[in-house]
């Protein structure tokens, strides 16, 4: 979808819900459709400032990321470092994500088997999937060979096996994902 056409859909969002197009609201969505990077709500604030042009204030930023992640126009995602981030996805393929607990990089992918297994077990539930978000957290393969995954003894070697049954535990059991907020739990 066209950018235009984009901005055409989100000022009848806002005029849906008695809101104006200002020339505030118009920087922020601007700015946000012209990166293809994930972004906070902080670095938008950063980047429009740094920019110059119409003077966007950090609650205008805030609102109007609300609006454009209500309407459908953004995706937020949480990684679990106290910061939502934003990406643009209209016209953008579906993809799911893989966070490195270590250095926060993300690696965005597209998996058919996932998405019919999805399907699948919705349909064999009786449930009525409308949208999906799956973000695996683990550690990037640079992060893997300089060592700072707990779960690997030496770059080289394979990670653990990730089925329950090949473990013989819960995958989380002692397993303590920096910035997730969950404990270590007792064996």
Known sequence: MKKKKLEEAFVTYLQERDLRFTSQRKAVFDRAFDTH???TAEKLYEWLRDEGGAKVSRATVYRTLALLVEGGFLDSLDIGQ????YEHVLGHRHHDHMVCVSCGRIEEFHSKEIELEQDRLARENGFVMVDHDLRLFGYCRTCVRKGKCPLVDEPGNLPP???ERELGQP???GVRVPGRGNSPQAD
């Open 37 to 39: 990077e994930h972004f």
């Open 82 to 85: 106290g910061e939502m981030l």
């Open 161 to 163: 096996p990730q089925d």
């Open 171 to 173: 995958r989380r059991v």
